[in-house]
Antibody, heavy 117, light 111 residues
Framework: EVQLVESGGGLVQPGGSLRLSCAAS????????MSWVRQAPGKGLEWVAK????????YYVDSVEGRFTISRDNGRNSLYLQMNSLRAEDTAVYYC??????????WGQGTLVTVSS | QSALTQPASVSGSPGQTISISCAGT?????????VSWYQQHPGKVPKLIIY???DRPSGVPDRFSGSKSGNTASLTISGLRPEDESDYYC???????????FGGGTKLTVL
């Protein structure tokens, strides 16, 4: 059974940093693209970033480009999202998701990031 | 990076059939058959219910079906049940970044 478990969310001040983690199990992590998808309170879903199986390609939504960095450690079956220069509009539940042929077939339970002073 | 366009809300009575549209462009839905649909109950994790326009993951009832015509995809739910009341999101692949775009979401109310 595929399991994705996020951690690292919390309350941070504007301009601050946070690092999210996602622990994967139940599948061969090193063979799949992985993504982060977020959902602001009461809003829709928004794709944030994705990373290729071997980490050689990374893509970001324009609004986080230059501030967020996605990475992975295939030896630890883990996905990360380093978030810097956080803004109020980054407040959201962040989901880790496995991406197969541009569909998200498995999701974690999400971790809440709140950016507020 | 425009989102795909979905109606904000749709409603139906138990047993009825409803459809939710997802309008894109020739750069996404109109060219690629990588349209997916997700169901999200309040406070819950999104769940994949349709992929590759028409395919259903194992365990998803055949009351849920997908289709596409031109630049618009549709999710159809037949034999509506109270537990179908949820938010539904479409996605599509597009060649330029972001490679996956979401629709704004549709709230389905089962009256």
């Amino acid at each position: 059974e595929v399991q994705l478990v996020e951690s690292g969310g919390g309350l941070v001040q504007p301009g601050g940093s946070l690092r999210l983690s996602c622990a994967a199990s139940g599948f061969t992590f090193s063979r799949d693209w992985m993504s982060w998808v977020r959902q602001a309170p009461g809003k829709g879903l928004e794709w944030v970033a994705k990373i290729k199986e071997d980490g050689s390609q990374k893509y970001y939504v324009d609004s986080v480009e230059g501030r967020f960095t996605i990475s992975r450690d295939n030896g630890r079956n883990s996905l990360y999202l380093q978030m810097n220069s956080l803004r109020a509009e980054d407040t959201a539940v962040y989901y880790c998701a496995r991406e197969v042929w541009w569909r998200f077939d498995n999701w974690g339970q999400g971790t809440l990031v709140t950016v507020s002073s | 990076q425009s989102a795909l366009t979905q109606p904000a809300s749709v409603s139906g009575s138990p047993g009825q059939t409803i459809s939710i549209s997802c309008a894109g462009t020739s750069s996404d839905i109109g060219t690629y058959d990588f349209v997916s649909w997700y169901q999200q109950h309040p406070g819950k994790v999104p769940k994949l219910i349709i992929y590759a326009v028409t395919d259903r993951p194992s365990g998803v009832p055949d009351r849920f079906s997908g289709s596409k015509s031109g630049n618009t995809a549709s999710l159809t739910i037949s034999g509506l049940r109270p537990e179908d009341e949820s938010d539904y999101y479409c996605t599509s692949y597009r060649a330029n970044n972001p490679h996956v775009i979401f629709g704004g979401g549709t709230k389905l109310t089962v009256l």
